[in-house]
T-cell receptor, first 114, second 112 residues
């Protein structure tokens, strides 16, 4: 089945710890995105990548890092510098960033602080 | 001023009624408009896209776009309890590398 797979579904972070959220897609999409959603809020863009080995900061990149070594994969690391990491993290992809094509989402990872 | 604005609701409608969800946006150069449905605890699911002025119908859903008024809406006919969810409006504009900007969402409750 084609789609976007995020793992794990739930993640707990200890203080001072970095954690990495996985996002894999087999849709052959060029662009991938990471969003954060806080309770009762819309989505805010953390990072996006339009091609392999290139990525750009979104609106709330501080405390996060990403890599795009393969077209299929766009992992997000939540570093210890992110003081309020508790949120629902959503990965999305689209055929091309600069097109009218919509973004499609994975099932999300819910991150909490221990 | 937020770039994409939605009334947070909740919007409560009886089963079988028409639900009308509204969204305004600030970037006049915006080209693409999307409606996503998000059930509680789940990820957003695309339900409609619209790119030109006027109406676009897909089953019980109709998206309406008025670029002059910078307004996009979603109508849900014959609302069902299963339509109860948060509806997110997303706009792709000229700014920020043509990224999507999301509204805060409108929570819809359809009562049997």
């Amino acid at each position: 089945d084609g789609g976007i797979t995020q793992s794990p579904k739930y993640l707990f972070r200890k203080e001072g710890q970095n954690v990495t959220l996985s996002c894999e897609q087999n849709l052959n999409h060029d662009a991938m995105y990471w969003y954060r959603q806080d309770p009762g809020q819309g989505l805010r863009l953390i990072y996006y990548s339009q091609i392999v080995n290139d990525f750009q900061k979104g609106d709330i990149a501080e405390g996060y890092s990403v890599s795009r070594e393969k077209k299929e994969s766009f992992p997000l690391t939540v570093t210890s510098a992110q003081k309020n990491p508790t949120a629902f993290y959503l990965c999305a992809s689209s055929i091309l960033a600069n097109s009218n094509q919509p973004q499609h989402f994975g099932d999300g990872t819910r991150l909490s602080i221990l | 001023q937020k770039e994409v604005e939605q009334n947070s609701g909740p919007l409560s409608v009886p089963e079988g009624a028409i639900a009308s969800l509204n969204c305004t946006y600030s970037d006049r150069g915006s080209q693409s408009f999307f409606w996503y449905r998000q059930y509680s605890g789940k990820s957003p699911e695309l339900i409609m896209s619209i790119y030109s002025n006027g109406d676009k119908e897909d089953g019980r859903f109709t998206a309406q776009l008025n670029k002059a008024s910078q307004y996009v809406s979603l109508l849900i006919r014959d609302s069902q309890p299963s339509d109860s969810a948060t509806y997110l409006c997303a706009v792709k504009g000229r700014s920020a590398g043509n990224m999507l900007t999301f509204g805060g969402g409108t929570r819809l409750m359809v009562k049997p």
